[in-house]
């Protein structure tokens, strides 16, 4: 079995004008930095998801609607864990980024999520508290450790970099107990299929 862990770095943020490209360069780039890890970035502005979900139980609507998802689900089937790139909006996690996740159920299944966030003054920790809350439910398990950047437009240099030292570290912690977590439970998986 390769061991390396096939992480999924979703970017949440849809607006015009958003800053979360910036935010997610550089969780790639701390993943890239890494010899157990490989990225896949998953940009809802690129692979934009139908907003109407189907009757519960039920195939998308249309054609278009499963072209859609066809270029998102596999993705996120194959992954054996993600970390989630958010700003807060209002309090909360953006309407896109709550739209990807609850078009898949069993991709989200006993895996490890991990966030990175980013706004004002609160860094976006608003946002992660709300998504562990929806993690949770769907049977994920969420990593303790985040990253999250205060006046985030502030903090990253042009080349991408983080400004301050302690971005790079803390991202070293969460990335650390996400690939324990990914371990364990790609081995429980291949062991004893998880039950819901």
Request: hydrophobic letters at 50%.
């Amino acid at each position: 079995m390769n061991d390396l862990l096939r992480v999924a770095i979703i970017l949440g943020s849809t607006r015009d004008g958003r800053f979360g490209p910036a935010v997610s360069g550089w969780v790639q780039a701390r993943v890239r930095d890494r010899d157990d890890m490989t990225a896949d970035l998953v940009d809802l502005v690129e692979t934009p998801l139908p907003t109407v979900l189907p009757v519960l139980g039920k195939p998308p609507a249309s054609q278009r609607d499963a072209d859609l998802l066809a270029a998102v689900s596999p993705r996120l089937a194959a992954a054996d864990a993600f970390v989630i790139v958010t700003p807060e909006y209002n309090h909360s996690f953006p309407a896109a980024l709550k739209n990807a996740i609850d078009w898949h159920g069993l991709e989200w299944r006993a895996k490890p999520v991990a966030f990175v966030s980013y706004g004002g003054f609160s860094a976006g920790l608003r946002a992660v508290e709300q998504l562990r809350l929806v993690m949770a439910e769907l049977h994920a398990v969420t990593i303790r450790d985040s990253v999250g950047f205060q006046g985030a437009w502030s903090q990253f240099a042009p080349d991408g970099s983080a400004l301050d030292p302690a971005a790079d570290a803390a991202a070293t912690v969460m990335l650390d107990r996400l690939a324990w977590w990914a371990h364990a439970l790609r081995e429980a998986r291949a062991a004893r299929p998880y039950a819901a």
